[in-house]
């Protein structure tokens, strides 16, 4: 692993590198890029920056003011494992070139600023993330949206739907709707394919704990990194999407970490791990609280669960995470914690008695999310639960999905749609801006792109299933 430029410089020669690609991230989510030839690699770049339009990237700078920089950061360089040139990659900061500082706006930025935050409020040095990423492997996908229009399709070998299909031969071994968790191959089709995605991922520095099929049908799985720091991690998780994708290209497969791609089986998520240290202390941890927490980590869930509305504006930010939150598949709808029981918002993992592994899972987030404002608000709002000694309630043990209606009624659910929760971001944010960690102007920006590029839009189209209900009214 690179540390300072010269770190950099002297792996660009070791490993014969020809190409030096730049990545930073949208608003979104998505990692963008541009590349130069390894001679153009000099220490100067590392202080200089690369230029680049701001106005063609999503969320970012207005046509008037598009000029901007990328700032390398060279403690993330790595060759490249999917590429047949050879290329090392670093992710970059993003910096305006007249004043020379750090873009509010730059999810990267937002989240190093959540770290700093942490530590200036003397409660603890480090926060530690574990995100496990759900998503399909397809083999096919197609869809469209026009005037006249509109569809989708996508089909997988192992999809229970091709029991049927004329496959020459067709070998069975299809897995049924919610039984994909989780049979050995063949019905596990995918073994060596995501074997080979933790190979790739370990040559970019991104440990992985395990691997295996969810519950889904069609090639649901997921891959689970082992746990690191928030920037570290939130860089992680868009090298896991990225060699993910990469290797589904190159055997001729597709990859969705759309939160809802198939109607009638499990969505995908991305639950949350995190746990607040000092020293070699874990804070969430007492032996005498319930499933081992500290009063801390209780008013750490407090700050979650009273934020989670506006929360989900950014941990469950598109239409389709409100297809996957819903009762019965496993999502996690009703704001309560417990030890155990997956059908809560915020639960408490008892695999472990040992206390540095003491931590509390978040089950709201999808992998639609942009990782760096996922985790930065996550953090926001359970420090804002430690600065305020919010309680959390009393823990649930029982099936919240089978509750009397007396008892049903007095525990809160997660909003239903994208438009209610930007309505929750837009209304309750201040706990954001403490320590100008987000700033006013990125939560509007935010929010503006979500109405009128995503939630306006998908208001505007009609869908099949309107059809099947209107058409003959």
């Known amino acids: 692993m690179a540390n300072t430029p010269k770190d950099v410089i002297d792996l660009a020669k070791s490993a014969g590198i020809q190409i030096v690609d730049f990545r930073f ?3 979104p989510g998505v990692w963008q890029h541009f590349s130069i030839p390894v001679d153009d690699l000099t220490p100067e770049l590392f202080e200089e920056g690369l230029g680049f339009d701001g106005s063609s990237i999503r969320g970012y700078k207005e046509i008037h003011e598009s000029d901007m920089l990328l ?4 403690t993330t360089a790595y ?9 090392l990659d670093m992710i970059c900061n993003i910096y ?3 004043t020379r500082e750090a873009y509010a706006r730059d999810p990267r930025y937002i989240t190093q600023k959540a770290e700093k935050y942490l530590q200036g409020t003397g409660i603890a040095d480090v926060s530690y993330w574990g995100p496990e990423l759900e998503f399909y492997i397809f083999d096919d996908v197609r869809y469209d949206q ?3 229009c509109g569809y989708y399709f996508v089909d997988s070998k192992e999809g229970i739907w091709n029991t049927g299909r004329e496959e020459g031969p067709n070998l069975g071994y299809k897995i049924r709707h919610k039984e994909g968790y989780f049979p050995c191959p063949p019905a596990d089709s995918f073994q060596d394919f995501r074997s080979e995605i933790i190979l790739k991922m370990k040559e970019v520095g991104v440990p992985i704990e395990v691997h295996h099929h969810e519950v889904g049908t069609a090639g649901q799985a997921e891959i689970d990194m082992r746990f690191s720091t928030m920037t570290k991690m939130a860089d992680n998780v868009m090298y896991y999407k990225y060699i ?3 290797v589904a290209h190159k055997y001729g497969k597709t990859v969705t970490f759309m939160p809802k791609p198939l109607y009638g089986d499990n969505g995908s998520g991305m639950h949350t791990h995190q746990s607040l240290w000092k020293g070699d202390t874990n804070l969430f941890y007492d032996e005498s609280g319930y499933a081992g927490l500290s009063k801390m980590a209780q008013y750490y869930i407090g700050g979650i669960l009273q934020h989670a509305p506006a929360l989900l504006g950014f941990c469950a930010p598109t239409t389709n ?4 939150l819903v009762p019965g598949y496993e999502a996690p709808v009703n704001l309560a914690f417990s030890q155990r029981n997956r059908s809560a918002a915020v639960r408490i993992p008892v695999y472990s008695k040992s206390p540095k592994a003491k931590r509390i899972e978040f089950r709201c987030p999808d992998p639609s999310t942009n990782p760096y404002l996922c985790f930065a608000a996550q953090l926001m709002a359970g420090l804002d639960g430690i600065q305020n000694k919010i309680e959390p309630g009393e823990p649930l043990e029982k099936d919240l999905y089978d509750l009397p209606p007396e008892e049903a009624k007095a525990i809160k659910n997660t909003p239903g749609d994208l438009g209610a929760v930007m309505d929750a971001l837009e209304q309750d944010h201040e706990f954001l801006l403490k320590g100008d960690v987000f700033t006013a102007d990125t939560i ?5 792109y979500k109405r009128e590029r995503e939630l306006a839009q998908v208001n505007l189209r009609p869908t099949p299933y309107e059809y099947y209900l209107y058409y003959d009214l």
């Open 244 to 246: 993910i994708r990469n």
């Open 25 to 27: 991230i949208d608003l």
């Open 79 to 87: 060759v490249d494992p999917m590429l047949q040139i050879p290329t």
């Open 444 to 448: 509007e920006a935010w929010i503006k």
């Open 71 to 74: 700032l390398p950061d060279p």
């Open 146 to 148: 026009n005037a006249h």
């Open 321 to 324: 995470s409100y297809k996957r």
């Open 96 to 98: 305006d070139p007249v």
